[in-house]
């Protein structure tokens, strides 16, 4: 059993994936299993998967017809075999010792967060940031999950494109022990043609809806989180698109 379980959603990012790829073969922790799901990509992403796959059996493939990101991690989920696992996006790389620092520090708890560089496509350094509290990021990335504890409490990922807000919600309202790392080994590459860089009112709509539905449903501390992070998102896709 690997002692970590990497699910990476896939769709059209030949020309990321490469560098994706190869930054999880190069990391200082070697005990890992890619589940890579490949979501109806009609560009080059399977030929390069199944030529990773070839050399290094830790890569383990599936392939679903387009059915967006949210669903292909649910997939990936389905497949995991480590004691922990951890969500890289097609486009995105991590640093070669990003698995080992995650595992050494979380510890007993339930996940451990950590940072993230935003890049260019050439690799330069748009912007550094830290958490400096667990809240803070709603991206599934940057985070180390214990496996045992997405199975416990069913976590999955919404259909809709703000699936990762949502997916962070329904983790804040389970309470869980964790671990803020001073450390940013996440890099996450801008991709103007991928979904979370365009604006889709209809789906924001969804989004808040969703949050509203899951206020109702939660702790007093837990609805101040929500509205916080709501009012956050506002301000955001008002003002940061």
């Known amino acids: 059993m690997p002692k970590v379980s990497i ?23 070697t005990d890992w299993e890619v589940i ?23 890569f383990h493939l599936l392939s ?31 640093d070669s010792d990003y698995l080992e620092q995650l595992v050494t520090h979380i510890g007993s708890c339930d ?16 912007e550094e940031k830290r958490p400096s509290h667990f809240y803070q990021f709603t991206s599934p990335c940057m985070r180390l999950y214990r496996s045992d504890f997405v199975k416990k409490h069913n976590l999955h990922f919404e259909k809709m494109i703000y699936e ?3 997916f962070s919600v329904d983790i804040w ?19 103007p ?25 939660a702790s007093f501390r837990t609805r101040c989180l929500i509205a916080y992070t709501a009012l956050r998102l506002r301000i955001h896709y008002l003002l940061g698109r």
């Open 164 to 166: 990762d807000v949502v």
């Open 111 to 126: 996940l451990c967060q950590c940072g993230y560089r935003r890049v260019s496509a050439e690799g330069e350094i748009i």
């Open 7 to 29: 699910v990476i959603p896939v769709y059209n990012a030949e020309a990321f994936l490469p560098m994706c790829l190869s930054s999880i073969i190069n990391q200082t922790l």
């Open 173 to 191: 309202k389970t309470k869980p022990t964790y671990i803020i790392l001073p450390y940013s080994g996440y890099n996450y590459v801008f991709n």
């Open 64 to 94: 679903v017809e387009h059915g967006g990101q949210a669903l292909a991690r649910n997939e990936g989920l389905k497949h995991i075999q480590g004691e922990y696992c951890t969500f890289v996006d097609a486009d995105d790389y991590i």
């Open 36 to 58: 890579a799901v490949n979501d109806g990509s009609t560009d080059g992403s399977w030929n390069i998967l199944q030529a990773y796959a070839e050399q290094d059996k830790r």
């Open 193 to 217: 043609a991928s979904t979370t860089s365009q604006r889709h009112k209809k789906e924001e709509r969804y989004l808040f809806s969703l949050l509203r539905q899951r206020a109702r449903q």
